[in-house]
């Protein structure tokens, strides 16, 4: 497995970005498809964005489509999510995952066995 830590959270003012970052361990972090999930205080965990391991996919929450944008670098072993015109409805714990072997393409949270322990993003309005 690999481990992975997320950072980047924080408060803001909608109509701001921030960007989050997920650091992944492990000699073959490279080789797995990436993904962000969030979930809201009381709400179901929720897919956010993926990115295949050779970052020539990615796939998008249509919530997030056009506002959000991931990106990996594979030499420092990172995957970026950078969120723009954020809203209220964004606030939530943020999660890197990474998914299980042959789990390409998913966005379904019970394809991904590695995960982070979430950093907190806060929209004010």
């Known amino acids: 497995q690999v481990q992975l830590i997320e950072s980047g959270g924080g408060l803001v003012q909608a109509g701001g970005s921030l960007r989050l970052s997920c650091a992944a361990s492990?000699?073959?972090?490279?080789?797995?498809?990436m993904a962000w999930f969030r979930q809201a205080r009381g709400k179901e965990r929720d897919f956010v964005a993926a990115i295949s391991a050779s970052a020539t996919k990615t796939y998008y929450a249509d919530s997030v489509k056009g506002r959000f944008t991931i990106s990996r670098d594979n030499a420092k072993n990172t995957v970026y999510l950078q969120m723009n015109s954020l809203k209220p409805e964004d606030t939530a714990n943020y999660y890197c995952?990474?998914?299980?072997?042959?789990?390409?393409?998913?966005?379904?949270?019970?394809?991904?066995?590695?995960w982070g322990q979430g950093t907190q993003v806060t929209v004010s309005s």
């Open positions: 995952a990474a998914a299980n072997f042959g789990k390409y393409g998913s966005k379904k949270s019970t394809d991904f066995g590695s």
């Open positions: 492990g000699r073959t972090a490279s080789t797995y498809h």
